[in-house]
């Protein structure tokens, strides 16, 4: 199944990359932001007997190594199949 991990700082933490691009926007004319954040995506395939099964899996995985959870928040987005057989043409 594949598996879709967005991971963001929380909204606590100052996101100085998140800054540099919005003031880099800024520069070419892009003014009309009121915030930007930038986070990471990771796309995993597991093998599971069910959705739930992967997203608990992928939650662990997400808990041991993938995210910070002092600094990061994640969601784990266990995607349909006609997503993957979408996304592998978009290749």
């Known amino acids: 199944m594949k598996v879709r991990v967005l991971i963001r700082l929380r909204s606590s933490i100052l996101d ?3 800054s540099a691009v919005k003031r880099a926007l800024g ?3 892009f003014d ?3 915030d930007l954040r930038v986070g ?3 796309e995993l395939e597991v093998r599971a007997a069910s959705p739930e099964a992967a997203r608990g899996r992928v939650d662990e ?3 041991k ?3 910070n959870p002092l600094l990061e928040d ?3 987005e266990v995607l349909p199949a006609g997503d993957l057989a979408q996304a592998r043409a978009g290749r």
């Open 61 to 63: 995985m997400c808990r």
């Open 40 to 42: 990471k995506m990771i």
């Open 32 to 34: 009309d932001l009121d």
């Open 65 to 67: 190594l993938l995210a």
């Open 16 to 18: 100085v990359q998140g």
């Open 27 to 29: 520069g070419l004319g």
């Open 74 to 76: 994640y969601t784990v």
